[in-house]
């Protein structure tokens, strides 16, 4: 059976997720957070509280993959773009509720883009920690005569960027970054990735969505992390690790504009985000 639209609207979980510094430790390290970000990659150095990299929000409550939507060859599926918003600054550890529903199932002919929603909060107190949007790319899954979706316009200010930052990936970054959660082998196996065109496995389009969130927060933040509430933005070309990446980043009072680049291209465009604070 192809996608069915049927299972737009339907919802799974609630799914708990449990966290520790431990994990969030993990999650820095992975998206190249290391010894000049102390905050971020200690829980106990004199005068620095720990603080959680917020795009860690995306974590919560994934469970493996999609929901239910129908039949798709799940080596080409690809993250295709990502959201989250912030109730309020993610505890180093936590224990939490998440639903998932699946809000958008577009047909592009002969591929696919499928969206979901994780709605996140507190579950001691129920209060809401955060929501994020995500959509799958799904090649060859289209044709089940569904709608084609909207067509969204976004080009970058024109002018020079108020901030540009240059993060170097490992070669290792992908198995680094697997740890957190997501095993697919298309960023582990040689011979997987060759069987869908790579020449080599990719970096996950979340340890890049990672890396340019630390970019924000230490380009226009000043580190902290707290001021960083919503981020958004469209994975348009994969990353090998050991590439180096470039975020050029346009500040407008409280929204940011952001693009992402590596050794090919653009690799995030359609990039937003949100800050608190002064």
């Known amino acids: 059976m192809p996608l069915d639209p049927g299972y737009i ?28 970000e102390l905050q971020f990659t200690t829980e106990h ?9 917020p795009s860690f929000a995306v974590l919560l409550g994934y469970h493996g993959g999609l929901p239910e939507i129908g039949t798709y060859d799940p ?16 505890p180093p550890e936590g224990r939490a509720v998440s639903t998932v529903t699946v809000t958008d199932m577009w047909d592009k002919g002969r591929d696919a883009l499928v969206w979901t929603e994780t709605r996140t909060a507190d579950a001691a107190t129920g209060d809401p920690l955060a ?13 089940f005569g569904g709608e084609r979706g909207p067509r969204t316009e976004w080009s970058p200010p024109d002018r020079e960027p108020d901030a540009v930052i240059r993060l170097a990936t490992r070669p290792d970054q992908a198995l ?20 869908y065109g790579f020449a080599r496995p990719i970096l996950h389009g979340l340890c890049t969505y990672g890396f340019t969130a630390r970019a924000i927060v230490n380009g226009l933040c000043d580190g902290d992390a707290t001021r960083l509430r919503g981020m958004s933005g469209r994975f348009s070309r994969p990353v090998l690790p050991g590439e ?16 992402t680049s590596a050794d090919a291209g653009t690799v995030i465009d359609r990039g937003g985000a949100v800050l608190a604070g002064p």
């Open 131 to 143: 929501v994020a949007r995500s959509c799958a790319y799904l090649g060859g899954a289209g044709g």
């Open 9 to 36: 609207g339907s919802t799974v979980g609630p799914f708990t997720t449990e966290w520790t510094a431990r994990e969030t430790l993990l999650y820095a390290l992975a998206v190249g957070a290391g010894a000049q």
């Open 45 to 53: 150095s004199a005068g620095i509280a720990q603080q959680v990299i």
């Open 244 to 259: 180096t990446l470039t975020v050029a980043l346009w500040r407008d009072g409280a929204e940011v504009r952001f693009l």
């Open 75 to 90: 080596g080409k599926a690809v993250h295709a773009e990502q959201h989250f918003e912030l109730e309020r600054p993610l």
């Open 176 to 195: 680094l970054y697997r740890l957190t959660g997501d095993r697919n082998p298309l960023h582990s196996d040689p011979a997987f990735a060759a069987r």
